[in-house]
């Protein structure tokens, strides 16, 4: 059974060949798949990368049914959870120590170029294979597995963040990406994360998880200030991918702090930055994308040492059947995400 993708606002449930794996390959029974704001976007916009009908979903985590004749490493039977993608390591961007820009991701991105994990089995690529599968520790559980690949594109911008202890830390948007920094942002060290979001129940989780202050979105900027003696956050995170929110972002950073602009903005839309608050406040603007291999083995060690919780963000569990009502819970903000099962 798998969930394909045919066009925007149209997921069928299907009977589909159990996929065939090369000598160099993985297959995987899945034990769960989550949804992520991608997936979200894709079923309502489609995606440049997915070519219909498409098995769509890249966080997953399940057990190894087969593995091809040249794989070494794994055993069928071992629980593992893997990336969506690796780089090709032999690229320009590759060489110089920037896998997460690799030229050639796009070709294997699983659940964009490459089935994905909204099935009962999910089909690993040779790439993937020798550099971003996990076997699972003892203890941790499949669904916490599955927050591997949304955590290490965390961790990524964590490193850019370049957090401090006693740093006042801003974060846009209490979604799975933004609730995930705040807890990377507190086990940096940081000494007051503030949380902003529209949602009061989302600030409400974010509380609970550990932001040290939340905030609606009626004046951030004016809370960040009166926390810091009118300078304003030390670092700030987008994570919503509005650019109201990216100028937010910028507005609510103090002069010589970092702006981390996480989210992703709609395709050809532009911000308004203040030049001279760049300018004067020697503001540090960074774009934020995607996972290095590094990050993924963080993810899995921040997981499994539970310095990040991730399975208080599963908020709904369902039948991969209801995948369409899953995603229209996460469009309504409802859900943070939900754990679909086969
Ligand atoms: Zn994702
Ligand atoms: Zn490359």
Known sequence: MAARFYEPRVI?????????????????????????????????????????????????????????????????????VAANSAPCMSCYYCRIGKPNLCDRLDEVLVGFSFPGAYAEYVRLPARIVRQNVCEIPKGVSFEEAAFLEPLACVIHGGELADVKADDLVLI??????????????????????????????????????????????????????RLSEKRGADVTIEAVGKPETWELAVQATRKGGTTV???????????????????????????????????????????STRQVKVAPLITHRMRLSEVEEALRLMQNGVAIKVALTP
């Open 261 to 303: 602009l996480f989210g992703g903005c709609p395709a050809g839309s532009t911000a308004a930055i203040d030049t001279g608050a760049v300018h004067y406040g020697e503001l540090t603007l960074k774009g934020v994308f995607h996972h290095t291999p590094a990050s993924v083995r963080e993810a899995l060690r921040l997981i």
């Open 12 to 80: 069928r449930i299907e009977q589909v060949d159990k996929p065939e794996i090369n000598k160099d390959e993985i297959l995987v029974r899945n034990r769960v798949a989550l949804t992520c704001g991608s997936d979200l976007k894709m079923y309502l916009r489609g995606h440049r990368l997915v070519t219909p009908p498409l098995v769509i979903g890249h966080e997953f985590a399940g057990t190894i049914e087969k593995i091809g004749d040249d794989v070494q490493g794994f055993r069928e039977g071992m629980n593992v």
């Open 172 to 225: 846009i948007g209490a979604g799975p990406i933004g609730l995930l920094h705040m807890q990377l942002a507190k086990a940096h060290g940081a000494k007051t994360v503030v949380v902003t979001d529209a949602s009061s129940e989302r600030l409400r989780r974010a509380a609970g998880l550990g932001a040290d202050h939340t905030v609606d979105t009626k004046d951030p900027v004016g809370e960040i200030r």
